[in-house]
């Protein structure tokens, strides 16, 4: 039985980083509604500078290993991808990814067209040439196989043979990832491939948003294996794996306008980016205990291909409108930070004779930041921070009424905190992302149930289950229906008779229209959560008691200090530790202000019950 080992290859001992493009398309002029120039501006080979949001004077700069301006052809961005197909031919894993947002030249850039082939094409053509010029003396014979897949709505769907099966995703012993199931075929030149590669992209699933008429709504992975055997005993076997992504395109769906469907697939197309995110962050760290590969899909594909074994360049694309100057920022930061996720590549090879596996030098997730300097970017923007200068007004186009607040407050916040902190708050924001997406689906998905269970049970008891349908959302709209209440001002009366609500009784004696709170000497946030966890008339209806306006003056003071406060400013608040504070503050770099209250339930973990506790702790604390 062949067994199979990973073997360092003495020609790649050293480690090997992401090599980092930026791909910037030509300028779509008819797209740009006010029509401003470029955003972004190339200086040269791998330089870029995009202008300073806070002062339209200003620039901020980037370097990267290279820059594609606008003239660029697809021959040229090819060649930062050349040089790592070789390694595929002696049995390590190459990857090739466009990342970038919606509509910024990701597909053209990986697919092309006929006229202009973009990477994968040029590549696979590379990879026969490799395999054709492949000595016949070296005693090695190649075998070249493909296999193509998109994410859509994390689920692995094969497009060479298709029907919609889930395919799994599992890890060999060696740590290579690996697709039961999936369709590979031999291909023994490029026709051989283009011919079941374009038909194939046809089952690609694409739809026509606001921002890109065919947009792609799925990762799109092609996979290239190169085997090659010894024909000498002990037939040495060496598999190389070359994976060729387009990813999904980032999506603000305040401006694609999806809805639906399309903002289905948005969440899923996010939430494996924003989990890209958290691993390339923990990657960065160094010390992450564990890289959140599992979260998603797709980064549970990329597995072997970042801060694994693999050889990788990411091509980040971007695009110069100014309505794209968001994501074109962002987009330029995680391109950034990618920079510094170091690979180890070794060889993975079977022999036909049994040998002891050679232990792979690291864990993948050990391979962290290389210790490059800190970016000039942060330098440059801490310096326009300083200065204080006025946003500029191209910003304040109709179309992202927005955007400046969620830029202000996002470097409010990463001038606010520790570099620690700052990485541990992008992974709590990140976290508090999906779940805050998954809270979505579940309450869309719950309402179409109710919806469905209404129409049911027919016209009489339809109110009537509305009614219980509208009380068991409550916790997420904050809505009450007449009957709902009364039952609440029920309850302010009711409980003040029985000795369930003694010890409360010892807290707070509330009166109508006047307000008088005796406490004694434990803290607030101690008594109002009562011990054995059951509601009370505190948790029911007990803000009714006190005077409106007392009441309002204390819920504007704590809506302030959550809109306005500083980390510390928010640990002041009841039941706000640490962790709570940093995702408050995490919810409104994404969210933006706290319009009411509730919205405070957007920050995660913030439970309608926990939002009931915090809003008693600290209107009685505000009180005095
Ligand atoms: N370098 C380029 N030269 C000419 N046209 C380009 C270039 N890059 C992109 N385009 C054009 O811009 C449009 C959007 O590009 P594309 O579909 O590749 O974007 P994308 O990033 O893949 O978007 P999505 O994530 O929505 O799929 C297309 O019409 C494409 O032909």
């Not at 920022?329 to 002891?356: D, M, R, W």
Request: with cysteine; hydrophobic share 35%.
């Amino acid at each position: 039985m062949p067994q199979r080992v990973a073997v360092s290859d003495g020609a790649n001992k050293k480690t090997s980083r992401v090599r980092v493009a930026v791909r910037l398309r030509p300028f779509m002029g008819n797209q740009d509604e006010n029509d401003e120039g470029p955003c972004v501006k190339g200086l040269d080979s791998q330089n870029l500078e995009i202008i300073n949001w806070r002062n339209a004077t200003e620039t901020v700069k980037y370097h990267f290993d290279a820059f594609h301006g606008e003239q660029t052809t697809q021959q040229e961005v090819f060649l930062s991808v050349k040089p790592i197909l070789p390694h595929i031919l002696n049995g390590q894993n190459a990857c090739v990814f466009a990342y970038g947002p919606t509509g910024a030249g990701k597909t053209h850039t990986m697919m092309g067209s006929s006229d202009q082939p973009g990477v994968i094409p040029r590549a696979v053509r590379e990879v026969c040439k490799l395999v054709k010029a492949k000595d016949d003396n070296e005693g090695w014979d190649y075998s070249i196989g493909m296999s193509y897949l998109e994410i859509y709505n994390e689920k692995v769907l094969d497009l060479l043979s298709p029907s919609s099966l889930d395919l799994p995703i599992r890890e060999d012993k060696d740590k290579n990832i690996l697709i039961p199931g999936l369709t590979h075929t031999t291909i023994s030149c490029f026709s051989d491939f283009d011919k079941q590669f374009v038909p194939a992209s046809l089952n690609r699933t694409t739809a026509s948003t606001k921002l890109n008429q065919r947009s792609s709504r799925s990762h799109a992975v092609l996979l290239i294996k190169v085997v090659r055997t010894q024909r000498a005993l002990p037939h040495r076997q060496q598999t190389g794996k070359l994976y060729l992504i387009d990813l999904a395109g980032s999506e603000d769906n305040r401006r694609t306008g999806n809805q639906g469907i399309r903002l289905k697939e948005s969440g899923a197309i996010n939430l494996s980016l924003f989990t890209l995110n958290k691993v390339v962050d923990s990657l960065n760290s160094g010390t992450a205990v564990r890289v959140p590969y599992r979260d998603s899909k797709l980064t549970r594909m990329l597995q072997d291909s970042l801060g694994g074994s693999a050889h990788s360049v990411m091509i980040t694309n971007i695009a110069p409108e100014y309505k794209h100057y968001f994501d074109t920022f962002s987009a330029l930061n995680f391109a950034s930070k990618s920079k510094l996720i170091v690979n180890k590549p070794f060889t993975c090879e079977t022999v036909a004779v049994p040998v002891l596996p050679v232990k792979r030098a690291k864990e993948d997730h050990e391979a962290g930041g290389s210790g490059e300097p800190p970016k000039k970017r942060q330098k440059d923007e801490k310096k326009t921070e300083q200065d204080g200068s006025s946003p500029s007004s191209h910003f304040h186009s109709s179309s992202e009424p927005s955007v400046m607040e969620r830029l202000i407050a996002l470097e409010k916040l990463m001038m606010n905190c520790q570099d620690k902190d700052k990485l541990s708050m992008l992974k709590d924001v990140a976290q508090s992302r999906m779940e805050i997406q998954e809270l979505k689906e579940k309450q869309k998905e719950f309402e179409s149930n109710a919806k469905l269970f209404s129409r049911l049970t027919g016209e009489g008891s339809g109110a009537k289950h509305e009614a219980a349908f509208k009380n068991s959302t409550a916790p997420l709209q904050r809505k009450q229906s007449a009957a709902t209440k009364a039952n609440r001002q029920q309850a302010v009366v009711q409980p003040l008779q029985v000795s369930q609500i003694q010890p409360l009784q010892q807290l707070v004696v509330v009166k109508k229209q006047s307000v008088c709170v005796k406490k004694k000497e434990k803290k607030i946030s101690e008594l109002v959560e009562p011990p054995d966890g059951k509601e009370n008339f505190m948790e029911t209806g007990w803000e009714f008691q006190l005077d409106t306006s007392v009441l309002e003056h204390s819920r504007q003071k704590i809506l302030h200090v959550l809109n306005t406060g500083s980390l510390k400013e928010l640990k002041s608040l009841q039941q706000i530790g640490d962790k709570k504070a940093k995702l408050i503050l995490g919810c409104r770099e994404i969210h933006g202000l706290f319009i009411k209250l509730e919205d405070v339930m957007k920050v995660e973990g913030m439970t309608a019950k926990r939002f009931s506790t915090f809003m008693k702790a600290n209107i009685l604390s505000a009180m005095g």
